[in-house]
């Protein structure tokens, strides 16, 4: 936003900002409290010794800086929005303000409570900016700090707190994600400790999150984590109630100090005496159709207890859960039918005598729907054998159906054309144009031969896919351009051909699709060549742990498309008998 005072130029100040002495002159060096001097656009042109030593920024980082953004925070440290500073809107409207209590960041992250006074301030370039003055407010901070419990919440902050949980949870379709965030927006601001149980779809309970924040940082406590005692159907307690959907409740220690009437219980005390938990609040997490869990907001630090009207706030916020992890769950039960479809729609690699063969198909990282890559290994009527993969347009059902239809199809071709690839995928060509419901499609059709000095023989033809990459056992890398022609699905009629290679002893040859090299971030070229360059430096891998490795090292970390792969080794060079 570009304020100005009325009768000034956009930037009056700029000169002023890199000569903060020049401009006051050590005036503010005689006022007894941390001063700073802000111009039009709360952007920091002078400081005094207090505010530096205050802060424990110098002179040179605090001047230049926007004051909100640099030092303003909420209770918990978490940056203010500027519609909730006042700060800023005593500058902008040229006005007098003040607070008891405001929040600001040091150099090493810790907060200050603070009160504050701002004025309009005339710089010496004739600009209007602002003097604020920053001291300690009467009311001491510790005692301040117990307001920020959930029963001190203004409502403006409740709403932002509610706000800001639809919002961060509803943005990630991972479970444990969610409950990480829930932790984060819950402690410190609400609780010290965040306990978080779900119930499984069997209908089991494990203890899926216990935190707690040290020194900024959520810390999960491992070993109070895991598997949980059935759900008793008449227990009274809280933990147990809560689970089988009953309403919220505040719990303390002296809660699970009798005898335990089920194993939950047993836990429960286990989970006070390690926490120190004094005080709780436990509501259960509810989805559209059934009780998901509980969550179990404690306090060990802070002495004020929980107490019936925290409740409220504390299932706005389960019920917000609930629908997330409801989603979340879909999701994941989506993704996996799409998984294992997938994965019986792609065949069994065939036992070749004389090669190692492997195949990997990896799903997309963020799809829930089955894709179009494939590939597919069979043996021809003369009794070599077939590779192929391809990568059909689309991820859905549609591509996934197509899929298997040109791989059913081009079985078919290939073992009435066992001696040209290029005449079987001329074929599968027009059968995509005619019968099959595909938008397009790339393929890769070989037929290996062994010959009569003990070498394999590759007989290729590529259908705009990518090109397959040779690995000698010494390291050296090529990819195999020969034998490029269209796609299939374009209609035209371009003469194919074929390509042939006698594959070198010990080599290894990749088959993949565009997943494993294709990035937004970067051209194709460097996702080849990274692909290249990782296959070199795995040449002397067993078979396996080659695929496994090259499929971490070289795919894209942005990359949202799945893979397929497929892989082959020729063996020491052995004369046929």
């Avoid at 929980?306 to 769950?329: I, K, V």
């Avoid at 002397?540 to 497929?566: E, G, I, M, T």
Wanted: charged share 20%.
């Amino acid at each position: 936003m570009d304020v100005t005072a009325p009768g000034h130029g956009a930037d009056p100040l700029r000169v002023s900002r890199t000569a903060p002495g020049e401009l006051l002159g050590g005036e503010l060096e005689a006022v007894m409290a941390a001063a700073l001097v802000v111009d039009d656009e709360g952007v920091i042109v002078a400081v005094n010794g207090r505010s530096r030593s205050l802060f424990q920024w110098s002179a040179e980082e605090l001047v230049g800086q926007d004051a909100h953004d640099l030092l303003h925070r909420d209770s918990h440290g978490h940056p203010l929005p500027r519609s909730r500073c006042g700060l800023r809107e005593a500058l902008l409207t040229y006005s007098t303000g003040h607070s008891d209590l405001d929040w600001f960041a040091r150099a090493d992250g810790t907060l200050l409570g603070l009160s504050w006074l701002i004025t309009p301030y005339c710089l010496s370039s004739g600009s209007l900016g602002a003097l604020v003055l920053l001291y300690q407010p009467q009311k001491s901070v510790e005692s301040r700090e117990g307001e920020a419990g959930t029963t001190r919440l203004t409502e403006l902050d409740r709403l932002a707190l509610l706000a800001e949980t639809t919002t961060r949870l509803t943005s990630t379709l991972d479970v444990d994600e969610a409950l990480l965030r829930l932790a984060a927006l819950t402690v410190p601001r609400l609780a010290d400790w965040a306990i978080v149980d779900l119930i499984t779809e069997v209908d089991e309970v494990r203890r899926a999150l216990v935190v707690q924040q040290q020194d900024g940082v959520l810390v999960e406590r491992v070993d109070l984590q895991g598997p949980m005692p059935p759900v008793p159907q008449e227990s009274p307690m809280p933990l147990s109630r809560a689970l089988r959907g009953a309403a919220s409740t505040v719990a303390s220690a002296s809660t699970y100090h009798g005898p335990p009437d089920s194993g939950i219980a047993v836990e429960q005390q286990r989970l006070f005496t390690e926490t120190g938990m004094h005080s709780a609040a436990i509501a259960p997490i509810r989805g559209l159709r059934e009780v998901l869990g509980a969550l179990t907001l404690g306090r060990s630090h802070r002495p004020e207890p929980f107490t019936a009207a925290d409740l409220p706030l504390l299932e706005d916020l389960t019920r917000r859960a609930g629908l997330a992890l409801d989603n979340a769950r879909l999701y994941q039960r989506q993704r996996k039918v799409a998984e294992t479809m997938q994965r019986h729609l792609l065949p069994q690699m065939p036992t070749v005598p004389g090669l190692e063969m492997t195949a990997r198909y990896v799903p997309a990282p963020h799809a829930s729907q089955v894709g179009g890559d494939w590939y597919d290994a069979f043996s021809l009527i003369d009794g070599t054998t077939a590779l192929a993969i391809g990568d059909v347009v689309g991820h859905d059902l549609d591509a996934a159906g197509g899929m298997a239809q040109i791989r059913n199809m081009l079985r078919a071709f290939a073992w009435t054309q066992p001696d040209s690839p290029c005449a079987a995928v001329t074929l599968l060509d027009q059968a995509v144009m005619r019968i099959i419901q595909v938008p397009m499609a790339t393929m890769v059709l070989a037929r290996l031969t062994l010959c009569d000095d003990g070498l394999w023989k590759l007989h290729w033809t590529n259908a705009g896919h990518p090109p397959p990459l040779l690995v000698t056992h010494d390291g050296r890398t090529r990819f195999l351009t020969e034998g490029h022609g269209l796609l299939l699905g374009t209609g035209c009629t371009t003469p194919r051909t074929d390509a042939v290679l006698t594959l070198p002893p010990r080599s290894t040859l990749v088959l993949y699709t565009d997943g494993l090299v294709e990035s937004r971030r970067h051209p194709l070229d460097e996702g080849m060549d990274q692909l290249r360059r990782h296959a070199a430096s795995l040449a002397r891998r067993p078979l396996d742990s080659f695929s496994d490795s090259l499929l971490v090292q070289a795919r894209p970390d942005d990359n949202d498309d799945d893979v397929a792969f497929l892989a082959l080794r020729t063996p020491e060079s052995v004369r046929a008998e």
